[in-house]
């Protein structure tokens, strides 16, 4: 647990991949919650017409594809005034390790889940150091704590999400800015329509974040699934690794 609450009220918060599922209902949330701006980032910014539609100029649509850096230098560029990154953009590109298509699938799960987080967040660095309170926040997932052999190369992404997170609250622990990682099990989203499990809802997801961010939560199990997986892990990592390892 942080000290450091951010409070979006009146904050100006970028989100990636706003478009549906987990970044969307993340902005809906941060509207709830008094948000005063929210740069919706997608690499389609047509998908974001209703957001707009319904929130005006609070929401404001920027093209963003976060698995090329032209696109992150030049909104980086034109943007300059974030209180809040959320790293939500994300693939699931399965891939067992001894695949044949192991290495694609790392490579398509690694473009998106960790170069993305990391470059993205790299060019709002400047932004996320300030006087007043400033969060980053990294949608990493359950697989990220202990590798799921059905998804075992995205388990190896969002394992280095989990790391990444780290480092950064590291080599931020001297500035005012939060960094808090999510660590969500089977979410009811696109993303995860083919998995055959039981999914919370991507609303429910938001709200915790969002609670997060005001309470100065550093790690986040934001479902049912999550909530019992993360208590275990905290116990037992190698008790969380032998039983993802039945996933398969």
């Not at 047509?46 to 404001?60: F, H, I, M, Q, S």
């Not at 919370?200 to 961010?213: C, F, G, T, Y």
């Not at 909530?227 to 008790?239: L, M, V």
């Amino acid at each position: 647990m942080s000290k450091l609450g951010v409070n979006p009220e009146g904050k100006i918060a970028l989100v990636s991949g706003a478009n549906r599922g987990i970044g969307k209902a993340i902005v809906l949330e941060l509207l709830a919650n008094g948000i005063a701006k929210v740069y919706a980032g997608a690499r389609n910014t047509e998908a974001l017409k209703d957001l707009t539609e319904a929130y005006g100029d609070r929401v404001v649509p920027v093209h963003l594809d976060v698995t090329d850096l032209n696109s992150i230098a030049a909104l980086s560029k034109s943007i300059n005034d974030i209180d809040i990154l959320v790293n939500n953009a994300g693939v699931f590109s399965i891939g067992k390790i001894f695949s044949e298509t192991a290495v694609s699938s790392l490579k398509e799960n690694f473009d998106v889940n960790v170069w993305g987080v990391l470059g993205l967040t790299k060019a709002f660095e400047a932004s996320l150091q300030k006087e007043s309170n400033t969060a980053v926040v990294n949608i990493s997932s359950l697989a990220g704590l202990g590798n799921m052999p059905m998804a075992a190369t995205y388990s190896v992404s969002k394992a280095a999400v989990h790391s990444l997170t780290q480092g950064m609250r590291a080599e931020l622990a001297d500035k005012n800015a939060l960094v808090v990682g999510v660590y969500p099990g089977p979410i009811d989203t696109d993303m995860a329509a083919a998995l055959p499990m039981e999914k919370d809802s991507p609303e429910n997801v938001a709200k915790d974040i969002v609670n997060a961010l005001k309470e100065g939560t550093e790690d986040v199990f934001p479902d049912v699934m999550s909530k019992e997986a993360g208590a275990y892990y905290a116990n037992s990592p190698k008790g969380v690794e032998q039983q993802f390892a039945t996933f398969a």
